[in-house]
C-alpha cells in the first residue's frame, strides 16, 4: 500500500451506497439559479418549525468561515487538504448560507436577519477554536466524517419535510454537496491512515465522541437568537422556547434516515464488508439514541 505525500493526494474518493455525487467536472449549482420567485408562499410561511429550522440553518452555515479557518490551518503541513479546505469546503458552505439566508428573508422578509444572526455570531465564534479540533490530525478527519455525516442526514430529512419545490430544489443542492464533503474527508483520512495507521480503537472513541456531541450541537445556539428575534412571527403561539426546540427535534430525529447515517459511520472504521454488516445493526441502535434530542 503506497505511504501518504505530504504534498500530493490524489487518491479518488470513495463512494456511499445509493448516494448521488457531482460528476467530474460538472458545474456546481449556483445561488443565482434557484429562483425565488417562484416560491409557494402558501407552502412554506406558516410553517413555525421550518421557521426555525431554516433561519437556525441559515446562521450556521453564513459562520462556516470561522471554523473552516481553524481546520484549514490544522491541516497546514498538508497544503492539498488545506486547499480543498479554503478554496471548497469553505466557499461551498458559505454559499448554503447564501442560499438559506436569501430563502427565509424572502418568506419572512420582517425578520432581522442581519441582527439577529450577529447576535448569534458573538456567542458562536467563540464555540469555534481550535482547541476543539482533536490534535491528531487523523482522529480530526474522523470526526469531520462524524459532522457531515449529521449534515447529510440533517438535510436529507429537512428535504423530506418540505412541500415547498423551491426549498425542496435548494435542500437537495445542499445535501449532495454535504455527500461531497463527506466523501473527501472520509478519502483524506485514510491517505492520513496510509501514512501512519491509527487503532480502531481510537477511531471508535474519535467516532462516538463527536457522535455524542451532536446533541450539544450549534443549533442550540442557533435557534436562541432565532428566538429571541422572531418578532410578531408565530406572536400568537403559547409555546415556550424549550417546547419548541423539544418539538422541532423531535421532528427530526424521527424523520432521520438512519440506515444511512450508520452507513456513513462506519466507513472510518475500515471494516471487513462481513464484519461490518454483522456490528450495523447494533450501531444502528446506538447512534439513533445517540443523535435523538
Excluded at 48 to 65: K, Q, R, Y
Excluded at 129 to 143: C, F
Excluded at 277 to 289: D, E, F, N, Q, W
Amino acid at each position: 500500500m503506497p505511504s501518504i505525500q505530504r504534498h500530493s493526494l490524489h487518491a479518488q474518493a470513495s463512494p456511499v451506497a445509493g448516494e448521488t455525487h457531482r460528476a467530474a467536472g460538472s458545474a456546481h449549482w449556483r445561488v443565482e439559479d434557484l429562483d425565488f420567485s417562484r416560491i409557494d408562499r402558501q407552502a412554506i410561511e406558516h410553517s413555525e418549525d421550518m421557521f426555525f429550522l431554516l433561519m437556525s440553518a441559515s446562521f450556521i452555515e453564513t459562520g462556516s468561515d470561522t471554523y473552516a479557518t481553524n481546520l484549514a490551518e490544522h491541516y497546514a503541513a498538508y497544503p492539498e487538504i488545506s486547499a480543498w479546505l479554503k478554496d471548497h469546503w469553505e466557499a461551498e458552505e458559505l454559499q448554503h448560507g447564501r442560499a438559506l439566508r436569501a430563502y427565509v428573508e424572502a418568506v419572512w422578509p420582517r425578520f432581522p436577519w442581519q441582527q439577529a444572526y450577529d447576535s448569534f455570531f458573538g456567542e458562536y465564534s467563540k464555540l469555534c477554536t481550535v482547541e476543539e479540533l482533536y490534535p491528531d490530525q487523523r482522529l480530526e478527519m474522523v470526526a469531520r466524517c462524524v459532522v457531515e455525516t449529521g449534515t447529510t442526514a440533517y438535510y436529507h430529512t429537512l428535504r423530506e419535510l418540505s412541500d415547498e419545490p423551491v426549498l425542496t430544489e435548494l435542500l437537495g443542492h445542499i445535501r449532495n454537496d454535504e455527500v461531497s464533503h463527506y466523501k473527501h474527508f472520509l478519502k483524506y483520512f485514510k491517505e492520513l491512515q496510509q501514512e501512519a495507521p491509527v487503532g480502531r480503537a481510537r477511531i471508535a472513541g474519535a467516532l462516538y465522541g463527536r457522535l455524542k456531541e451532536l446533541r450539544e450541537s450549534d443549533s442550540d445556539v442557533a435557534l436562541r437568537h432565532v428566538w429571541a428575534h422572531k418578532g410578531d412571527y408565530f406572536a400568537d403561539s403559547a409555546t415556550r422556547f424549550e417546547d419548541m426546540a423539544q418539538r422541532i427535534y423531535e421532528l427530526v430525529s424521527r424523520r432521520l434516515p438512519a440506515d444511512l447515517a450508520v452507513r456513513m459511520l462506519l466507513k472510518p472504521m475500515l471494516l471487513p464488508p462481513r464484519v461490518e454488516g454483522l456490528v450495523r445493526t447494533p450501531i444502528s441502535r446506538l447512534a439513533t439514541r445517540v443523535m435523538s434530542y
